[in-house]
């Protein structure tokens, strides 16, 4: 690459995970933010929204203003459906579209209608992203027009799982998922999603028949297996603002031990920067990767057995959806991985 920039545009900039992007962004070498867009607060700095983040950048604008021609990747942190949309004008430009919705996650349509309630609008578009969670399609991200990033759950779930069900350690069978995170996951219209008192002081089961995520989960465990993956999940709203801590109960195969487990992620992960597979037993939470782009893995075993506690701890709006989309960028560009997200 040459020392040039990558001009940026962020649509969806004044929602948390829009506002993590800035905050990495503006620090980020290799880029330069030409325009940061949302529908409404037009002509607002972004210190409004976020003291953290202290560069000079452009005011907010509305998106029909951006200039095209210039503009190597687009980062769009919007509600569902909107990249849909936005991707059907765009992607026949140069531009690369990063998408930290729902909209290319699923490779079926018909899926996406069942789990989020509306026809997709780009199917044909579908074929022109891949999903892209980090550590597992570092050798395809530049084939692809729209780079589709994983859901924050699915991410700390996957990263210890997908390992293990291809090399065939674990059972199929019998996979309980119990997933906490920090409230900004709900985004900024929390109190209309969640109408339970006390949301702010207390811990909260939702989603518990057919969570969106497990539509993600569904496309991406079945495909790491030959046999269909059986678990259940189970999502909790936390009354912490960000982390997200998932707890994985398996059972092994016959004659696979908890010590073949351990060494089998410590060996898949080895070149994997942004994750850390901690000793045997220990036991974690999210203090170490809030405000990164890490996952911190530990590897329990319980009194049965062939039974083992996996957790799985990130950052919901860092590894779990802005650090990841960058993460996604940096290797697309032939950048060192961590830059801009050390």
Same mark, same amino acid.
């Given at each position: 690459?040459?020392?040039?920039?990558?001009?940026?545009?962020?649509?969806?900039?004044?929602?948390?995970?829009?506002?993590?992007?800035?905050?990495?962004?503006?620090?980020?070498?290799?880029?330069?933010?030409?325009?940061?867009?949302?529908?409404?607060?037009?002509?607002?700095?972004?210190?409004?929204?976020?003291?953290?983040?202290?560069?000079?950048?452009?005011?907010?604008?509305?998106?029909?203003?951006?200039?095209?021609?210039?503009?190597?990747?687009?980062?769009?942190?919007?509600?569902?459906?909107?990249?849909?949309?936005?991707?059907?004008?765009?992607?026949?430009?140069?531009?690369?579209?990063?998408?930290?919705?729902?909209?290319?996650?699923?490779?079926?349509?018909?899926?996406?209608?069942?789990?989020?309630?509306?026809?997709?609008?780009? /199917?044909?578009? &579908?074929?022109? !992203?891949?999903?892209?969670? #980090?550590?597992?399609? %570092? +050798?395809?991200? $530049? @084939? =692809? *027009?729209?780079?589709?990033?994983?859901?924050?759950?699915?991410?700390?779930?996957?990263?210890?799982?997908?390992?293990?069900?291809?090399?065939?350690?674990?059972?199929? /069978?019998?996979? &309980?998922?119990? !997933?906490?995170?920090?409230? #900004?996951?709900?985004? %900024? +219209?929390?109190? $209309? @999603? =969640? *109408?339970?008192?006390?949301?702010?002081?207390?811990?909260?089961?939702?989603?518990?028949?057919?969570?969106?995520?497990?539509?993600?989960?569904?496309?991406?465990?079945? /495909?790491?297996?030959?046999?269909?993956?059986?678990?259940?999940?189970?999502?909790?709203?936390?009354?912490?603002?960000?982390?997200?801590?998932?707890?994985?109960?398996?059972?092994?195969?016959?004659?696979?031990?908890?010590?073949?487990?351990?060494?089998?992620?410590?060996?898949?992960?080895?070149?994997?920067?942004?994750?850390?597979?901690?000793?045997?037993?220990?036991?974690?939470?999210?203090?170490?990767?809030?405000?990164?782009?890490?996952?911190?893995?530990?590897?329990?075993?319980?009194?049965?057995?062939?039974?083992?506690?996996?957790?799985?701890?990130?950052?919901?709006?860092?590894?779990?959806?802005?650090?990841?989309?960058?993460?996604?960028?940096?290797?697309?560009?032939?950048?060192?991985?961590?830059?801009?997200?050390?």
């Amino acid at each position: 690459m040459s020392a040039k920039k990558l001009n940026i545009v962020i649509a969806g900039a004044t929602g948390f995970v829009g506002l993590d992007l800035i905050k990495f962004l503006s620090n980020h070498p290799k880029v330069k933010i030409k325009y940061l867009c949302a529908q409404k607060n037009i002509g607002k700095k972004i210190q409004y929204f976020d003291k953290r983040i202290t560069k000079n950048l452009p005011k907010i604008s509305k998106l029909k203003s951006v200039d095209w021609a210039m503009i190597d990747i687009l980062f769009t942190a919007l509600p569902n459906g909107e990249s849909q949309i936005i991707s059907r004008t765009l992607v026949n430009k140069k531009l690369k579209i990063i998408d930290l919705s729902a909209d290319f996650r699923l490779s079926d349509s018909s899926v996406y209608k069942k789990f989020y309630g509306r026809e997709h609008m780009a /199917k044909k578009l &579908i074929n022109n !992203s891949i999903y892209a969670l #980090s550590e597992f399609s %570092k +050798n395809k991200l $530049k @084939k =692809f *027009k729209i780079i589709a990033c994983p859901g924050c759950y699915p991410t700390s779930i996957q990263l210890p799982l997908i390992p293990l069900l291809k090399k065939n350690l674990i059972s199929n /069978k019998n996979i &309980i998922i119990d !997933s906490k995170s920090g409230y #900004s996951g709900a985004g %900024k +219209n929390l109190k $209309k @999603k =969640f *109408k339970h008192k006390n949301i702010f002081s207390s811990i909260h089961a939702y989603g518990t028949y057919k969570h969106r995520h497990i539509s993600e989960l569904d496309q991406e465990l079945n /495909k790491a297996s030959n046999t269909k993956i059986n678990y259940v999940f189970i999502p909790h709203l936390i009354p912490t603002f960000r982390g997200m801590l998932s707890s994985i109960y398996l059972e092994l195969k016959p004659g696979v031990t908890v010590k073949k487990v351990f060494k089998e992620l410590k060996n898949f992960h080895k070149n994997n920067y942004f994750i850390k597979i901690n000793p045997l037993n220990k036991s974690i939470g999210t203090e170490n990767v809030l405000n990164t782009n890490f996952c911190e893995i530990s590897i329990c075993q319980l009194k049965e057995k062939r039974k083992i506690l996996i957790l799985s701890a990130i950052d919901n709006l860092v590894k779990g959806a802005a650090g990841q989309a960058i993460q996604n960028m940096n290797i697309m560009n032939n950048f060192k991985e961590n830059i801009g997200i050390k």
